[in-house]
């Protein structure tokens, strides 16, 4: 009883790490912790005329709601998983990019596409005999527990996905909401606020600091960086499927950059809107835009025999011995 309790608990102790669930509590708690505090601090006190005309602006409402920003943060989760799944079901054996391939090399010599494999007795004993038996030629892995393989390496790479789609985000969100603290730049609808809450040019106001506050959170725009951190990370998925990083077309690259296209769109809006200067809307852009390269970048890495993103540790393909099928150069 001691001894499966004590597997049970080891088994949930590894899927914990495999998918990252400590790294999903660290990014939710940093986001709520920092949007509570920036929330609670007021911004930098500036400085204005009731007649400077950058500021002057009317008082509209937002193209892109709080909620549609909700939702484009947690649609893309079911979206990368179910793209994973389709590939992966559709795909033929040997033919999905992630599927197994043992080489016939000593263990102490395989290696898995970024560090040295560590393989226990049994996982060594499963791919000997799927060398000399399903696989006598070294090949795609097509016995009865293939699909069960691509089942567990489909949700620990779709699960890098959300990984990355949360890091960017969060990253992001940090950022900007510091920033708006720190800078307290005015809104093009400050003015329009004040007169909206009772106040005009003859008001006798002891504290105009703590008077529209959220009017005084211009830059950089969080509605920017948002779009960018959520569409960046999703571009790369698509130039990924597409092979856009091969070279082979033009188009590829094109429809692969479909969610940018959709970023920048949000992030134009909110110039129509009045509620952020040119300025804001790019520094917000390019700060979402880099958290999403990051993220990228940090969990995913260009196979060396396919143009796909594949993740820089897949522990199912560690614990087999092999090799993806993006990284068999032919």
């Not at 911004?43 to 409402?61: E, H, M, N, Q, V």
Request: with cysteine; net charge positive; charged share 20%.
């Amino acid at each position: 009883m001691t001894t499966e309790s004590g597997t049970c608990c080891s088994k949930f102790v590894h899927y914990c790490k495999v998918f990252h669930v400590l790294d999903y509590f660290l990014l939710i708690g940093i986001a709520f912790v920092v949007c509570l505090w920036m929330e609670s601090l007021q911004p930098y006190c500036r400085g204005f005329s009731w007649t400077d005309a950058t500021i002057s602006y009317k008082l509209k409402s937002s193209t892109f709601s709080v909620l549609t920003l909700l939702i484009m943060e947690v649609a893309p989760i079911g979206f990368y998983f179910i793209m994973e799944f389709l590939r992966a079901l559709f795909a033929s054996k040997g033919e999905w990019y992630l599927d197994i391939h043992v080489s016939n090399r000593l263990p102490d010599e395989s290696r898995a596409p970024v560090e040295m494999l560590e393989v226990s007795s049994d996982g060594f004993n499963n791919a000997a005999a799927e060398r000399t038996g399903n696989c006598p030629d070294g090949s795609f892995t097509t016995e009865n527990k293939g699909s069960s393989k691509r089942l567990m390496t489909f949700l620990e790479t779709a699960n890098y996905w959300v990984v990355a789609h949360g890091f960017s985000v969060v990253l992001a969100l940090c950022i900007v909401e510091v920033l708006k603290v720190y800078a307290g730049v005015l809104r093009p609808d400050f003015l329009a606020r004040l007169e909206r809450e009772g106040y005009n040019s003859t008001s006798r106001v002891k504290d105009w600091c703590k008077v529209a506050a959220e009017g005084r959170r211009s830059f950089p725009s969080g509605h920017s960086g948002c779009a960018f951190s959520v569409f960046t990370p999703m571009a790369m998925y698509f130039l990924s499927v597409l092979r856009a990083f091969s070279g082979a077309s033009v188009w590829r690259t094109l429809v692969g950059l479909l969610p940018i296209y959709f970023a920048c769109a949000v992030a134009a809006s909110r110039l129509r809107d009045n509620r952020h200067h040119s300025g804001d809307v790019v520094a917000g852009s390019v700060i979402g835009m880099l958290s999403g390269l990051l993220a990228v970048a940090i969990f995913f890495r260009l196979g060396k025999g396919k143009a796909f993103l594949v993740p820089r540790r897949l522990d199912f393909v560690r614990r087999h011995g092999g090799q993806v099928l993006s990284d068999i150069t032919k």
